[in-house]
């Protein structure tokens, strides 16, 4: 089955250290997107690539980076994770027309603590 | 821009029970709708969706959605409430004209099905 899947599903990380989640999809879609869910929140969208087209949130830190070196597959790093960083992290994928009716596909998520 | 507001945060049912989980939208233009639903640890997964057409929506596991222009909602029910509907369920919103097909998020309903 075509899918959205995310490694690992959890990451213990120390204070400080960087940390790297991963994202492939078997979808061929265009659009990758990079969400932070905290307990009981909405999604927060982070960043999001059109095919090789980077997009930055206005309030995404510094702190939080991307790679998206083909289609199928996308990165997140976290330079320097401080505690307010632990979290669900939840990549996502649409098919992307131009016109915004495109559902988005999520994968299972990563969810990341600090030590 | 578009936003969405989910009134209730937490909605108790008991099983066999109507479920109604509310949504309202604001955009200068009517945007796409979504609903989406998320078990403990896993992603989101696409209930249903509005785009044109028929404005009363049917989706997966028995959920339906209507559409209603003069209220600005989008409401999701389900006639009869089994206990796996227990969730945490989102409602989205996507502007009609959009580079990558963002959607924004509501904060959510959890849904909780007493026996």
């Known amino acids: 089955d075509a899918m959205v899947i995310q490694n690992p599903r959890y990451q213990v990380t120390q204070f400080g250290k960087p940390v790297t989640l991963s994202c492939s999809q078997t979808?061929?879609?265009?659009?990758m997107y990079w969400y932070q869910q905290k307990s009981s929140q909405a999604p927060k969208l982070l960043f999001h690539y059109y095919d090789k087209d980077f997009n930055n949130e206005a309030d995404t830190p510094d702190n939080f980076q991307s790679r998206r070196p083909n289609t199928s597959f996308c990165f997140l790093d976290i330079r320097s994770p401080g505690l307010g960083d632990a979290a669900m992290y939840l990549c996502?994928?649409?098919?992307?027309?131009?016109?915004?009716?495109?559902?988005?596909?999520f994968g299972d998520g990563t969810r990341l603590s600090i030590l | 821009a578009q936003s969405v507001t989910q009134l209730g945060s937490h909605v108790s049912v008991s099983e066999g029970a109507l479920v109604l989980l509310r949504c309202n939208y604001s955009s200068s233009v009517p945007p796409y709708l979504f609903w989406y639903v998320q078990y403990p640890n896993q992603g989101l997964q696409l209930l249903l969706k509005?785009?044109?057409?028929?404005?009363l929506v049917k989706g997966i596991n028995g959920f339906e959605a209507e559409f209603k222009k003069s209220e600005t909602s989008f409401h999701l029910t389900k006639p009869s409430a089994h206990m796996s509907d227990a969730a945490e369920y989102f409602c989205a919103v996507s502007a009609r004209s959009t580079n990558a097909g963002k959607s924004t998020f509501g904060d959510g309903t959890t849904l909780t099905v007493k026996p």
């Open positions: 509005y785009t044109t057409g028929a404005t």
């Open positions: 979808l061929n879609h265009n659009v």
């Open positions: 996502a994928t649409s098919r992307s027309p131009g016109t915004g009716d495109q559902p988005q596909h």
